[in-house]
């Protein structure tokens, strides 16, 4: 089971700190992407960590505001939103890739992974 919780609401400008987190498997030996959507829009994907090596990627709409980081003692990937706009207002999910796959980099797109959590809203006031 996944499960990403930390949404709240949160004036434009602040910060949030989301969490990943796996139970009945190891969440280390998978890639794992972020996800968010908000109403009307597609899914857009965040940013996600590889398997192997850790290697991160982002979106543009995010990079350098947002950072992906795992804790293995917590069995968790973790999302720090900094600056945040009223455009990041979504539902966020994350998501783990197929087993063995994305090892040495990651994909930011959906059909790359193949189990998913509940969300977590995120509301960013202006």
């Known amino acids: ?4 919780s930390g949404g709240g609401l949160v004036q434009a400008g602040g910060s949030l700190r989301l969490s990943c987190a796996a139970s009945g498997f190891t969440l280390d030996h998978y890639a794992v992407g972020w996800f968010r959507q908000a109403p009307g829009k597609e899914r857009e994907g965040v940013g996600c960590i590889s398997s192997g090596d850790d290697t991160i990627n982002y979106s543009d709409s995010v990079k350098g505001r947002f950072t992906i980081s795992r804790d293995n003692t917590k069995n968790t990937v973790n999302l720090q939103m900094n600056n945040l706009r009223p455009e990041d207002t979504a539902v966020y999910y994350c998501a783990t890739g197929f ?5 040495w980099d990651c994909s930011i797109r959906g059909h790359n992974y193949n189990r998913w959590g509940q969300g977590t809203q995120v509301t960013v006031s202006s």
């Open 1 to 4: 089971q996944l499960q990403a």
């Open 99 to 103: 087993e063995g796959r994305q090892r």
